[in-house]
């Protein structure tokens, strides 16, 4: 019987800090300090429920296989069962127990009603729990049940998941709830978590345990992630037919920001082929130094997915893993990537949480997800840190939400069950999926009116965005001030990345001020919001038409025109100097050169 083939703690004490073989530099066999820490909280307490909440790429894993190797030699419980979101990590869960002694079998079906003789239990996943809650409620307890619940925040993804997962593992002996986001963009309440009100009286999800990012950061257990932010002009078409433009980066509403963000991951544009092309630059200069290296595109769609993937294939002469869903054929895909040299991967959801592939060191979000929750987890793919000094890079879109929370790595959150009454989220753009779901139901409901239509969508550099600080002040795709960002080393510890970053500013700004004469200083009288707001607005309506005339793209117009009459980006120019593009403009279309 499986309860009887009973694994020694001396397996488990051999095991990397964050397996398997990817120990982060220095720490291969033995624990990392905030692993031992846990553990001996965890067999001080003896605690029924215990939520450890560490950050992606922290060695999560190897804490919950250490818990359950010693509880099953100490005979507390003589089962274990794994649940995991999705099917490759079933899969990555089972081989990572095997190399400990303890048997899953990550192949389970409901059908079977038990697991097979030689087997200390099973890992499913959520799905499999919510299809059929009574079984694995009879299944945990026939014995002396562990339940690992990974990425525990998905028992509350619906109601019934969540009332599913409380009957099935009801009867366990002990619980072992992990995640890296203990957070959610709902209310919904997360099984076995315990909540308290906070000083505003929010009820928020209390870790028994917690090893964040910034923590991690600080014992290099994690690599910091330096963001690459790319505006451009987006011109589309609307339902209603209106041909609309707008600068990605500058502020306006919520439905404008959203439409140019939506415009900007049209395959079909000139944004997405350029960022790609400078991610690829960033990939390579990366690979002087770790050879291995890897990027991942995660892509809104499958339709999107593809186009990249042809994209990406004409600019490299590679073609890139596919990922396109939760399938046999998917994790397949994916192992064999991260065991390859292969350049890119491009994914749609599957790959952005729990998913190992820790040679990923380059990544563009070309997607429109955009909560908390989905974007931690998507960084989170880049950020385990397998030697000193490796770094990643991450490629977004110069959009208001994705740049907040690419400044608020560090911070750490929770759950929180309730919504603080005067939070104000007008400003701002949030998708998460069932806002997604909804706009395209409303959509499909209106073809009658004619559908969106992405008309142009060109790239400009806009900035860089590391540790909480903003290095850059834009340039066009190939100028040296992009350059300069992308030419980075991979390989340098965080002072010697913001000592660089800093180096790299300064010589971009002194080629800035040594190229256009000083800009004149604002009259209080030029400060009138409303009257910038229509003269940004006529300036884009005017490159919008040259573009037109001329075939030049709407970036290429905006660079000319800085050449021309000096100044910064639109978003950064004064009055007069919007003023002064616009009498430029006007000239061209007379003739006036």
């Known amino acids: 019987?499986?309860?009887?083939?009973?694994?020694?703690?001396?397996?488990?004490?051999?095991?990397?800090?964050?397996?398997?073989?990817?120990?982060?530099?220095?720490?291969?066999?033995?624990?990392?300090?905030?692993?031992?820490?846990?553990?001996?909280?965890?067999?001080?307490?003896?605690?029924?429920?215990?939520?450890?909440?560490?950050?992606?790429?922290?060695?999560?894993?190897?804490?919950?296989?250490?818990?359950?190797?010693?509880?099953?030699?100490?005979?507390?419980?003589?089962?274990?069962?794994?649940?995991?979101?999705?099917?490759?990590?079933?899969?990555?869960?089972?081989?990572?127990?095997?190399?400990?002694?303890i048997k899953l079998d990550p192949h389970f079906k409901n059908a079977q009603g038990k697991h097979a003789p030689g087997y200390h239990g099973v890992a499913i996943t959520y799905a499999q729990v919510a299809a059929k809650p009574v079984l694995h409620h009879n299944r945990t307890a026939a014995g002396r049940t562990l339940v690992i619940l990974d990425e525990v925040h998905h028992g509350g993804d619906a109601l019934s998941w969540g009332d599913a997962v409380r009957e099935?593992?009801?009867?366990?002996?002990?619980?072992?709830?992990?995640?890296?986001?203990?957070?959610?963009?709902?209310?919904?309440?997360?099984?076995?978590?315990?909540?308290?009100?906070?000083?505003?009286?929010?009820?928020?999800?209390?870790?028994?345990?917690?090893?964040?990012?910034?923590?991690?950061?600080?014992?290099?257990?994690?690599?910091?992630?330096l963001f690459l932010a790319y505006a451009g002009a987006m011109s589309w078409r609307t339902r209603a037919?209106?041909?609309?433009?707008?600068?990605?980066?500058?502020?306006?509403?919520?439905?404008?920001?959203?439409?140019?963000?939506?415009?900007?991951?049209?395959?079909?544009?000139?944004?997405?082929?350029?960022?790609?092309?400078?991610?690829?630059?960033?990939?390579?200069?990366?690979?002087?130094?770790v050879h291995d290296a890897g990027g991942l595109v995660i892509a809104t769609d499958q339709d999107n997915a593809r186009a990249y993937a042809k994209v990406?294939?004409?600019?490299?002469?590679?073609?890139?893993?596919?990922?396109?869903?939760?399938?046999?054929?998917?994790?397949?895909?994916?192992?064999?990537?991260?065991?390859?040299?292969?350049?890119?991967?491009?994914?749609?959801?599957?790959?952005s949480e729990g998913v190992d592939v820790p040679r990923l060191c380059v990544g563009v979000y070309a997607t429109s997800s955009a909560t908390p929750l989905f974007f931690a987890q998507a960084i989170g793919r880049f950020v385990r840190a397998r030697k000193r000094g490796e770094t990643a890079s991450v490629f977004l879109p110069s959009v208001p939400i994705l740049l907040a929370l690419a400044n608020t790595m560090e911070v750490e959150r929770d759950h929180a069950l309730d919504r603080p009454k005067n939070e104000d989220e007008n400003d701002v753009v949030v998708f998460d999926d069932q806002a997604m779901?909804?706009?395209?139901?409303?959509?499909?409901?209106?073809?009658?009116?004619?559908?969106?239509?992405?008309?142009?969508?060109?790239?400009?550099?806009?900035?860089?965005?590391?540790?909480?600080?903003?290095?850059?002040?834009?340039?066009?795709?190939?100028?040296?001030?992009?350059l300069?960002?992308?030419?980075?080393?991979?390989?340098?510890?965080?002072?010697?990345?913001?000592?660089?970053?800093?180096?790299?500013?300064?010589?971009?700004?002194?080629?800035?001020?040594?190229?256009?004469?000083?800009?004149?200083?604002?009259?209080?009288?030029?400060?009138?919001?409303?009257?910038?707001?229509?003269e940004r607005n006529q300036l884009q309506s005017l490159v919008g038409a040259w573009s037109r005339r001329t075939g030049t793209p709407h970036a290429t117009v905006h660079v000319e025109l800085r050449k021309a009459c000096g100044g910064p980006a639109v978003a950064q120019a004064t009055q007069v100097q919007i003023q002064a593009r616009i009498k430029k403009l006007q000239g061209w279309f007379v003739g006036k050169k």
């Not at 890139?320 to 991260?338: H, K």
């Open 437 to 482: 779901e909804q706009a395209n139901r409303e959509e499909g409901a209106s073809d009658q009116l004619g559908s969106f239509e992405a008309l142009g969508a060109e790239a400009l550099f806009d900035r860089v965005l590391f540790d909480g600080g903003e290095f850059g002040t834009g340039g066009a795709i190939g100028s040296e001030d992009e």
């Open 1 to 101: 019987m499986a309860a009887e083939r009973l694994p020694g703690t001396s397996a488990a004490e051999q095991l990397p800090p964050a397996f398997p073989e990817r120990a982060a530099w220095g720490t291969a066999g033995k624990l990392r300090a905030w692993q031992a820490e846990a553990l001996e909280q965890y067999f001080r307490d003896q605690p029924k429920d215990f939520l450890a909440v560490a950050t992606p790429g922290a060695g999560k894993t190897t804490f919950a296989l250490r818990v359950a190797a010693e509880l099953l030699a100490q005979r507390v419980v003589n089962r274990v069962t794994v649940v995991a979101p999705t099917e490759h990590l079933k899969v990555q869960w089972a081989d990572s127990a095997s190399r400990v002694g």
């Open 312 to 351: 990406l294939r004409e600019l490299t002469g590679e073609a890139p893993t596919v990922v396109l869903s939760d399938e046999a054929g998917a994790s397949a895909r994916i192992e064999e990537f991260q065991n390859s040299t292969d350049r890119w991967m491009v994914a749609v959801r599957m790959v």
């Open 484 to 534: 300069d960002f992308i030419g980075i080393p991979g390989l340098l510890e965080p002072d010697q990345v913001h000592e660089l970053l800093r180096t790299q500013q300064a010589r971009q700004a002194k080629r800035k001020t040594d190229a256009a004469p000083p800009a004149p200083e604002p009259e209080i009288s030029e400060l009138d919001h409303r009257a910038m707001k229509e």
């Open 241 to 289: 037919g209106d041909e609309m433009s707008h600068v990605l980066g500058e502020e306006t509403t919520k439905d404008i920001n959203s439409q140019a963000w939506r415009t900007a991951l049209d395959p079909g544009g000139d944004w997405i082929p350029a960022v790609l092309k400078a991610a690829d630059r960033r990939l390579t200069e990366v690979r002087r130094t």
């Open 168 to 225: 099935a593992f009801g009867p366990a002996v002990r619980r072992l709830s992990l995640t890296g986001t203990p957070f959610r963009s709902d209310t919904s309440p997360i099984p076995f978590v315990t909540y308290a009100p906070d000083e505003n009286g929010i009820r928020t999800s209390v870790a028994d345990y917690s090893y964040g990012y910034g923590r991690a950061l600080k014992d290099s257990v994690v690599r910091p992630v």
